[in-house]
């Protein structure tokens, strides 16, 4: 039996903030693969290693996590005043799927200088030194996100002295803005309230803010269900009962969010939403030993991504927290003290991050201006991808 031969595809290999994925200019793609279908995410589910029943992403650039399952697909803006169109697909490690349903905030810190590099920023809007704005138009959630990229004599910074928990080596500084996370003729609350009781059949009910800036978001107080917020990855992620029982609530919340019409839907949106557990501001030592004095942040928050807690903290559940505590009564502005604020420090597993938001009442519906935290991004390798010539 005769076998096709391997195909190259150019792609590049970035860390974007807390996470890694494969990054690709549209139009270096085998062209059945430069429309969304099933060609498409046969290709990217080679590419990655998926569906792998081992868990490990051998035969593939994935490196079987959330965080490093991860595609990106960029072309030239068909934005106006937009420079570049980011497209996110989140792979899964033990099933044949692709979810679009939602961005990757980590990667969006790369996609600015992988846009520079690739030539879909116009070079008379990148300085000689200084800092390179890029439009980035987030084709997956339809909204703007601004990346203020590093520039010097001429070529993108990577390397740099910020030091971002999750990342072992500092390096350039990127901040990045999510304007408008959240329309405001879209409802920032799907149910309405700020605050919910989310009946879970077996689990009980629950006080939960469920939230669609920056990610759909389920946002539970930590002591209602017997956690402390200061848990690390090995806590929960080693129990199977343990995140049976959060996929569970992830499903119903995902029903009253109206993302989908029944739970059974749950299992083909495994993206979207996040669930996360917010408590006060306590102590505790970060998964790399460093020590997090409950004096150094607001709260701590914990979120799950592809049904395992995550190591750090997804950048769109981020923009969620950034939101929500600038709301007054929510579950994670409740954590963080109550009241009016515009940014927040909060623990995760690997440390602390910043985030800030903006957010005002318009017409009796709240409306997030933007949220703003700093990433940083580093190409690892860039080159071609070989995949089976009829993976796709």
Known sequence: MAHVPQVKIPATYIRGGTSKGVFFNLTDLPELCQVA???????????IGSPDPYGKQTDGMGGATSSTSKTVILAKSEQQDHDVDYLFGQVAIDKAFVDWSGNCGNLT?????????????????????????????????QKTIIAQVPITNGEVQETGDFELDGVTFPA??????????VDPSEAMFPTGNVVDTLDVPGIGQLTATMITA???TIFLNAQEIGYQGIELQDDINNSDEKLAFFETIRAHGAVAMGLIDNIEEAINRQHTPKVAFVAPAGSYSASSGKAIDESDIDLNVRALSMGKLHHAMMGTAAVAIGTAAAIPGTTVNLAAGGGERESVIFGHPSGTLKVGAKANVQSGNWVVEKAIMSRSARILMEGLVRIPGDSF
């Open 37 to 47: 279908g099933e060609a498409r995410d046969n290709m990217l589910l080679r590419v």
């Open 214 to 216: 920056g990610i759909p």
């Open 172 to 181: 350039a500084e990127v901040p990045v803005e999510f304007i408008a996370p």
């Open 109 to 141: 810190a790369a996609v600015g200088s992988f846009a520079i590099y690739s030539g879909l920023v116009d070079s008379s809007r990148i300085p000689e030194n200084g800092v390179c704005t890029v439009r980035i138009w987030q084709k997956n959630i």
